[in-house]
């Protein structure tokens, strides 16, 4: 998808600023139903004709310019992507453009990868250089029409308002490269120079623009070489028994897949710990090292991003190949040979919000997005971990609708083996503890590979969880949603929302960066820091740590023998709607959230709950036994 495909003499002749942007306008309206905002029609009346001028003055006023270039599967856009042939070898040939505006930018701070542009609000930006090659890389690893020509690809940033280069000389001493040159206004001829030895008119009937807008999206071979190198050799990879069955089975899908042509489902269930995400990760290892086109996807923003930063750490390429579930509504029929969705209990019923754009906007539900995408969906979840409305990734869901397409699901199921210490005991106590599953809570009778404790106040909870962190355990404190969650004050700090008498503290960050001691949001979990701040369910659900305070609000409280929801006392607002959440579903989604909280600690838990009879009941359940 592209905003406006049209020919450098075209938008050369419509060049003049109020025609250009009502151009520009109609064309988005007309593809998009998205309105262009005034900055964006100002950018284009001023940036568009200067470099589509250039290129006629360069004697390519032939080659297509690609507005608003949309990197597949992503959100984000290049601004121009020009299109032509190569004069060398008359190959498809493509240049990514960066347009800016500015007129001087300096080094931000000593740090070459930032730049500070006078003027200009909203603090440091990527240094240009650095934004375009980020573009071509991504193209050269997904865009098969690229990836499968050599030297198809360049990438400028053009500073085209920078008429003197001593404004913006810091900018200079970023690495350049083919896919990453920088251009001013005072470069100009040397900027039509590079543009000449990349680009020539087409040939008559083929369309380079074509063959880019309509190429396959898949991982390049290349990046799959590098992803089988990053993720499968890693030696704490190392799968036991149903762990492995589930690696062979998708295994064995995919090879009969591609020789019978045809496609199955397959379905992964497990409680926490039981592996998922380890089958997950080595699944694209050992996908890629065998050369077949795989994507990893979750539903959670804190758990994609952890995994990009694991599996990404020494090649932040392989970070590209970890996608989000709302990233497929536009994917290609089968064009991914394997799609691992893993958190697959996050599956939402649409994937439409507020920021999909008019074309995307159908009732077709996700999970029928997610299996067309690949020959072999791989799911992997766990239906006591769905806690939130909208979300419907349950086993039986799954195989309704695969079955209403005709296709086949088969379904492994893996025990609880390494999360709470390898403790199943522990995971079914929690079970029966929630009313999870049939029968009774009762007490709980101890297991040499876990403890648990119950706190009288929150100021011991901490503390305990303070001695563990001293003896080099991990550590953290969690709560249900109960509390008022405030934006950070003016100064950054965070507002101590979860307060239980006289003890106060904040909850996690909401912020991307990190805030004094506090992690980004999606890293509170596994960053240094965390432990100063309470996390909820969206922030600790898929990551696990030692050991594990969970506050019980008061939306769940032990009376007559069993727990109780009291939907008064949470303060989700995803819960508040009583016509899209029924009290029935409100009290099942409460009770997997504490599920899901009681399940993250390997080594212990620390209990600790604002209701006095809770604590009485916990107390009379759990012995010390440690």
Known sequence: MTLLRMSANRIADIARPDSLAEQLLEQMLFKTGRRASPAEQKSWSRSLPVLARDLVDAGLGEVEMLVEYHLPLTSQRADVVLAGTHPSTGAPSYVVVELKQWSAAYRYEGNPELVEVPGMPGGPKLHPVAQVKGYCDYLADFARAIADQPDALAGMAYLHNATDNAEVADLRSYPMGVTGRLFTGADRGEMLSFLRSRLGPSATGHSPGDTLIRSAVAPSQQLLKVAAAEVRDRPQFHLLGNQQLAVDLVLHAVEHARSADNKRVIVVTGGPGSGKSVIALSLVGELARRGRTVLHATGSRSFTQTLRKVAGHRAPRVQKMFKYFNQFMAAEKNGLDVLILDEAHRIRDTSVDRYTRAELRTDRPQIDELIAAARVPVLLLDEHQIVRPGEMGSLEQIQRHAASLGLETQHVHLGEQFRCGGSEEYVLWVKHLLSLTEGEPYPWKGDPQFRLRVA??????????????????????????????SNAKDDGS????????????PWNSKSDRRI???????????????????????????????????????????RNGRFTTVRSANRDPDMKNTAKVSDLRFDALVRNVYKVLLTRGMVGTIVYSTDEETRTALRELVSDLS
């Open 494 to 505: 965070l507002v101590s929302d979860v307060t239980i008498d006289t003890w106060a503290r």
């Open 516 to 558: 004094g001691d506090a992690p980004p949001a999606p890293l509170w979990a596994t960053e240094d820091g965390g432990f100063g701040q309470v996390g909820c369910v969206y922030t600790a659900q898929g990551f696990e740590y030692d050991w594990n305070g969970v506050i019980l609000g008061p939306d769940l409280v032990w």
């Open 456 to 485: 009288d106040t929150p100021e011991e909870m901490e503390h305990l969880l303070s001695q563990q962190i001293d003896r080099g355990y991990t550590a953290r404190m969690t709560a249900g949603y109960c509390w008022p969650w």
